[in-house]
């Protein structure tokens, strides 16, 4: 079977298409680059804002009227699916197969049932699935806890994604070792909550002593996404700065600085705490690069709220941050309770938030010119003549393409800063590992 994967939504989405993909292989698929050549296309969706919605709809009529002209089968995965919302969708759009989040390992069933297949529950199963080591890749996810326990309440990942359900740290461990036979370079730990690992099983290993272990396994670099603010332990800081192998990038959504805002989102932290978490960070990680993630226009958020989070923002000092206009999800506690602020109100506040991310990501970014850092170079960037890949801290750096000619692992000399990227020279012949140029 010609079977294209299309993927919206985070890395949890990207780990989880692999997932599939290695699942689908076993069962003898063939993976093709386009709608046209494929007789199975399956979209992998995103529910957390309205507007991967709108593209998966779009999409899914695209794939309607090319079901009318021959014989096409079409999937949908992912967060989206889970929802009343996105089964509509599906029905709408005469959709063959669909899986929620908990029901990726039914994928061979769905294809055997050669008929409508829908399922949405929770199998035990995923929890202890294995997926083989990506080839010729030299970074990697691999998911170490599923779900969600908070209810932040503007989010649909609670109802989409369920409780949390943490990995065996065996099972991680494993596939870490098969990710470093394949000769990956860097691995980032996935989950909604990679803190909140183990308080869902007595007897794992809490998120601290997991990335001791990990550490323990030899993949030069070692990331982790995303954290929340509450279990963001003393312990997790003293296992990153005395672990070598974990980078110094955190990335830590705040949502707002506005204690008021942070109480009507059902955030379990204020702003003191946060801070508190931030200068704790600081002092135990001295180069440490931070990002977060920041919702603006939250309903109720008034003027002086939205200036809390300016004001946060300075004292934080993020290098870089994820800002999201709100979007009233249907299921969802805000949507049903609270008004939403007019648009031009939202906009306006972004485009304020922007320009100071903008004015920050500079700073700090300057900061690490004349400096040497560490760049895992994936292969050429779009700009003619760069080879591009991103160093410890996550910064996306540029390096003349001459100077890295397979993807590997540079030390590089930081020359010039811009906001959104560093622009640096390989030094000496410090080239630390290489793998041969199979992968753009
Ligand atoms: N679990 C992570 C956490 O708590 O930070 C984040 C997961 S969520 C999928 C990623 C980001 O999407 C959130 O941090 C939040 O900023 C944003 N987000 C979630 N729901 C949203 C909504 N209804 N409108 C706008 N942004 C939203
Ligand atoms: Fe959503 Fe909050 Fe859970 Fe993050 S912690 S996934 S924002 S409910």
Sequence with gaps: MKTHIITYGCQMNEYDTHLVKSELASIGAQFVDSIPEADFVLVNTCA???KPVEKVRSLLGELRKEKEKRDLMVGMMGCLAQLEEGQQIARKFAVDVLLGPGALTEIGKAIEAKNRFWDLSFR???THHLPPAPQGQLSAFVSIIRGCNH?????????????EVSRHPDLILRELEQLKAAG????TLLGQNVNSYGNDQPGFPKFGELLRRVGQVGIPRVKFTTSHPVNFT???????????????????????GSNRVLRRMAREYRREWYLDRIRAI??????????????VGFPGESEEDFEQTLTLYDEVQYDSAYMF??????????YKHFQDLPREV??????????????WSYKKNQQWVGRTVEVLVRGSAKDEGYAEGHDRGNHPVLIPAAQAPRPGLYQVEVKQATPHMLFGEVVGSQEAATIPLMMA
């Design 48 to 50: 957390v804002r309205g």
């Design 124 to 126: 035990e199963e995923l």
């Design 151 to 163: 209810h932040c309440t503007y989010c649909i990942v609670p109802t989409t994604r369920g409780p």
């Design 184 to 187: 990956v370079l860097e691995v």
């Design 234 to 256: 003393d312990e997790v800081i003293a296992a990153m700065a005395e672990t070598p192998q974990v980078c110094n990038y955190i990335h830590l959504p705040v949502q707002s």
């Design 282 to 295: 600081k002092e135990a990680i001295p180069d440490v690069v931070l990002s977060t993630d920041i919702i």
């Design 325 to 334: 206009i709100y979007s009233p999800r249907p299921g969802t506690p805000s």
């Design 346 to 359: 939202k906009v306006e506040r972004l485009q304020r938030l922007i320009e100071k991310q903008k004015e």
